[in-house]
């Protein structure tokens, strides 16, 4: 999607602007005509017209009900490394957005070397096999596929599916969702009007749900209290927790007092890009300004030009991004100072019932 026309789209799905009223109104009818269709393939589901298949080792999901942006790959980096310290023989098996090999069963990592790399496998996909090693990590738009190469070939003794929580062929033995704290519902519509791939009402299949955000959870949330209307399965709270600033073109470790005085632009194309912004400002490092791209957006030469014409204009001396971001610009050159910036997800209440839950699965 051309960056201009996501840009408008973030606008008008959030309710903002009279002239997109018109817009909204038509995006409205095709959230009905998606609705529809998710209740249609649910219903085969649950008559078995359409039929799940069991993997013979346990499966955790990790999910959402909104498109993207609430921390599903720093949870599933976070149950990796749980996992993994446990003695088990984990894998991840993900979908892949945005790469070149996206379709086919490709090996990220055999838990041991990253075997393979931006563009052939997308940023999220490669992330997880940099930061998780010993664990095995597959790419598979067949996730019953990806499942059966994760047991057969790499014995793997449990299965994370990440991204799951709509991809009802798959049998699970948890099911855990997302909820960002600033934006729970995407806007209260499925879309294309919101940003909902469910009705609200699907967290009830959940076995855990998880609230996500920047900074100390405070008081109970609106979300809090209509999530618990709903559904009175455990509700966890995790916050980003901001950890490194690497350079992305040498991969060193910038110390964070290294960055006074520095004046900062950033950029990023992820699923939530307000949530970067919330990160950055938890770390006084708010940017003159942040250009905004579309989730998985594969950048360009003439993007890096873009990035910095806008740093001369507003006089940024430093460039600030994510971790998904930087997978997508490591082998373009760069001609000016980018730093990635790190976050790990911690828990801060919850962990004695996910412990419950595991303990559980793996006695």
């Not at 003695?87 to 957005?97: E, H, K, Q």
């Not at 003794?157 to 960002?180: P, Y």
């Amino acid at each position: 999607m051309n960056p201009n026309i996501h840009r408008h789209y973030r606008q008008w799905v959030a309710g903002h602007g009279r002239r997109g009223r018109p817009v909204r109104a038509l995006l409205r009818v095709a959230s009905w005509a998606y609705g529809l269709g998710v209740g249609w393939r649910r219903g085969l589901y649950g008559v078995g017209l359409l039929r799940r298949v069991r993997p013979p080792v346990p499966v955790i999901s990790i999910g959402n009900i909104t498109a993207g942006g609430t921390g599903k790959t720093p949870l599933t980096i976070h149950l990796g490394q749980e996992l993994r310290d446990r003695g088990l023989r984990a894998a991840v098996v993900t979908r892949g957005y945005g790469g070149t090999r996206e379709g086919r069963t490709v090996v990220v990592s055999d838990g041991q070397t990253v075997r393979a790399g931006y563009p052939d496998v997308g940023d999220e996909a490669l992330l997880l096999a940099r930061k998780l090693p010993g664990v095995v990590v597959l790419m598979s738009a067949d996730r019953v596929k990806g499942c059966r190469v994760a047991v057969r070939e790499f014995g793997a003794q449990v299965i994370l599916l990440d991204d799951g929580f709509q991809h009802l062929r798959v049998a699970r033995d948890l099911d855990i969702v997302l909820l960002d704290r600033e934006n729970p519902f995407g806007y209260g519509y499925l879309l294309p009007r919101g940003l909902l791939r469910e009705p609200v009402r699907a967290i009830r299949r959940a076995d855990l749900l998880v609230m996500t955000g920047v900074g100390d959870p405070g008081e109970p949330t609106d979300a809090l209290s209509h999530s618990r209307d709903i559904t009175r399965v455990p509700i966890l709270h995790a916050v980003y927790t901001p950890t490194v600033f690497t350079d992305v073109m040498s991969g060193q470790t910038v110390a964070e007092e290294d960055l006074r005085g520095q004046r900062f632009v950033a950029f990023s194309g992820i699923a939530n890009p307000s949530a970067f912004d919330r990160t950055l400002a938890s770390l006084g490092k708010v940017p003159k300004r942040h250009l905004i791209y579309p989730d998985h957006h594969p950048y360009s030469a003439a993007d890096i030009a873009t990035i910095a014409e806008c740093m001369k204009e507003v006089g940024a001396t430093v460039a600030l991004t994510t971790e998904k971001d930087a997978v997508r610009i490591e082998k373009l050159p760069v001609p000016f100072p980018v730093l990635a910036v790190g976050v790990s997800l911690t828990l801060t209440s919850g962990q004695p019932e996910l412990k419950r839950f595991l303990d559980t699965l793996f006695p």
